[in-house]
């Protein structure tokens, strides 16, 4: 895979290289951590060259532990937890590009029935890649400090970005969550991207 450490360090704001560079620090000293990568919009968008959103983290290993260290860190609050190993630290009056950083367990998800919510398991990098809703937002770079800056995508969203494709992961997606076709019809508008024929 291609190493993107350009984008964590001289593409990004300065604000992001505080938060990816103290995700470095905190990760190498918790051996309850294997990995923690920035995933999703933020990496397509650090991509693109346009300005990110928010931070999505995705940690294999105690994410908890990650996300405390880093709320402390940075004078945050204690993060918020959800029911599906998720934790938010809210970064407003902390930064002025970041309203909130999202940490999640790196996870499967299955499904019991179309639109439900999803069962969810603790599973590698690759297979939280496999949950999301579309290649191009299906895209992680590594934060630890043996590979950082390498690009994990499992799904090629790189090539679909090159394109300016959105392209589903799965033939069931939409059956999975309905939700991403209209997320489908934003994305393709927002980034000026077609919607790949099979996702149609």
């Known amino acids: 895979m291609p190493n993107l450490s350009q984008l964590l360090t001289s593409k990004s704001s ?6 990816f560079e103290l995700c470095r ?17 933020i990496v397509r968008d650090l991509i693109l060259g ?12 105690d994410a908890k532990a990650l996300s405390q260290k880093l709320a402390a860190r940075i004078g945050a609050g204690s993060p918020d937890e959800s029911q599906f190993m998720t934790f938010k630290i809210d970064t407003r009056g902390i930064f002025s590009d970041v309203l909130s950083i999202d940490v999640v367990t790196a996870r499967s998800e299955s499904y019991s029935e ?23 937002n299906a895209m992680t770079i590594s934060l630890m400090g ?55």
């Not at 300065?14 to 938060?19: F, G, L, N, Q, S």
């Not at 179309?114 to 191009?136: C, H, M, Q, W, Y």
């Not at 992961?169 to 790949?196: Q, W």
């Open 14 to 19: 300065a604000e992001y290289r505080h938060v």
């Open 25 to 41: 620090d905190i990760s190498s000293d918790l051996d309850s951590v294997d990995g923690v990568y920035v995933v999703g919009g």
């Open 50 to 61: 346009r300005t990110p959103g928010d931070i999505d983290l995705s940690v294999v290993g």
């Open 114 to 136: 179309s639109a439900a919510l999803p069962d969810v398991s603790v599973s590698s990098i690759d297979e939280d890649l496999k949950r999301r809703d579309f290649t191009v």
């Open 146 to 200: 043996t590979d950082w800056g390498t690009l994990v995508d499992p799904k090629n969203g790189l090539g679909d970005v090159m394109r300016k494709r959105i392209k589903v992961l799965h033939d069931a997606s939409f059956v999975d969550d309905p939700t991403r076709i209209f997320r489908a019809v934003r994305y393709a508008v927002r980034l000026g991207f077609n919607i790949d024929s099979r996702t149609n």
